[in-house]
């Protein structure tokens, strides 16, 4: 078998499934679980561009795939930052389409995505030449195989992971080193290989963003990940045991679940707040879509926000400037520049929608919502039995 590795992990499946039926079970708001797959596609796609050295932040991410272009990041950045958002969602309608098939065609198609169709870097064709992965030093670390090679072995990679029959997140975390390990492409080898470990999740049924959005954890633990990769060997070796890899991945998958969890409930109850808040103001409860962006500190623009609730100029124009005065928001800048940030009102409002004694600022609202989530979901204790051999 191409890259080997020994099976039995059903310690850490096991525990994923039933992640999976609880998360299915979290009754949210409809419009609330709509912005958390937004959140969690924006922090995604911005951790797997950033470990590629594209240097956007999270709030970049957000407003590019809005349509409201930073104007501090690159074209080119912008393009890529689209392009991941655009490969992602790709893999996703084939796979609900039912009629998906692991084949070298669907590789190539996902980084031409990947990379924005820049064809200059290699866009939508194997490599044809020699490859190397260097360390941020600029050292060789891994030499893939001889371009001659790639062809024949994506046709094996597919042809394995099709007929395979693993558990979706051994199958995620296997595509993921293969493709890694086979470099086929000039560039855009670890984006592409990150979207695939996401849609073998997908295509397995666990389609929760919970477990379709792992780039974001690799991106906060980049040593464990680069590290993950050590038992491929200085060189490709099509017989290199890959349990290693398989076992990082899976214990990554379920820590992101565990922590995802937690948060889904935590914000989901701000969310509950926001709506409750705008209700006794007497405002539209669509605007929970700004007070929750302004919460977390990041700024709002009419036209950020206009695409987020999916209305005319006029409706979100009102819609803040009703913000503004009730203080919920306050406006900076003028006209085109203008942008919202949280009003003088907006902290202690929420304080007094979730009820207790809780200091009207972010740290104190937000740890009192954690302890709350905590105590529905229980996830501190699911967290400890996370992993083999833990008590």
């Not at 912005?35 to 999270?58: F, H, N, Y």
């Not at 039912?98 to 290699?122: I, K, S, T, Y």
């Not at 072995?153 to 558990?167: F, K, P, Q, R, S």
């Not at 296997?174 to 086979?182: K, M």
């Amino acid at each position: 078998m191409l890259l080997p590795f020994a099976e039995g992990q059903a310690a850490w499946t096991q525990p994923l499934n039933v992640w999976a039926e609880r998360l299915d079970e979290r009754i949210l708001p409809r419009r609330w679980s709509g912005r958390l797959r937004r959140a969690l596609e924006a922090e995604a796609t911005t951790a797997s561009t950033r470990m590629e050295g594209v240097p956007v932040t999270i709030d970049d991410t957000l407003r590019i795939l809005a349509g409201d272009k930073p104007e501090h990041v690159s074209d080119a950045d912008q393009a890529l930052v689209r392009g991941y958002r655009d490969g992602m969602t790709y893999v996703q309608r084939r796979a609900d389409d039912g009629r998906l098939v692991w084949n070298r065609e669907l590789v190539v198609a996902v980084q031409d995505r990947v990379l924005a169709g820049n064809f200059a870097n290699g866009a939508g064709r194997l490599r044809e030449g020699s490859a190397w992965v260097s360390s941020p030093t600029g050292a060789v670390v891994f030499e893939p195989p001889q371009h001659e090679e790639v062809a024949d072995l994506v046709d094996e990679m597919c042809e394995t992971i099709e007929h395979a029959g693993w558990h979706p997140a051994v199958a995620a975390a296997w595509i993921h080193v293969a493709l890694a390990a086979i470099h086929p492409f000039r560039d855009g080898n670890g984006r592409t290989a990150r979207v695939f470990a996401s849609l073998a999740m997908y295509r397995g049924g666990f389609r929760h963003p919970a477990f379709t959005s792992l780039e974001e954890w690799w991106g906060r633990h980049t040593q464990d990940y680069y590290g993950a990769f050590e038992c491929l060997g200085p060189r490709f070796d099509r017989n290199a045991d890959v349990t290693p890899f398989v076992e990082a991945h899976l214990e990554a998958q379920l820590l992101q679940v565990v922590e995802l969890a937690l948060r889904q409930r935590t914000e989901g109850l701000l969310w509950i707040a926001l709506e409750n808040v705008l209700d006794d103001h007497g405002l539209p409860t669509r605007l929970a879509n700004a007070l929750y962006d302004s919460f977390f500190g990041r700024d709002v623009t009419s036209r950020y926000y206009r695409e987020l609730i999916a209305a005319s100029p006029a409706t979100a124009r009102n819609d803040l400037q009703a913000a503004t005065a009730a203080r919920l928001l306050a406006a900076i800048g003028e006209t085109r520049g203008r942008r919202y940030t949280p009003g003088p009102r907006l902290m202690s409002a929420i304080a007094t929608a979730i009820g207790g004694s809780v200091e009207p600022e972010e740290r104190a609202i937000f740890s009192a919502l954690v302890d709350r989530a905590d105590a529905e979901l229980e996830v501190f204790p699911a967290a400890q039995e996370r992993l083999p051999g833990m008590s």
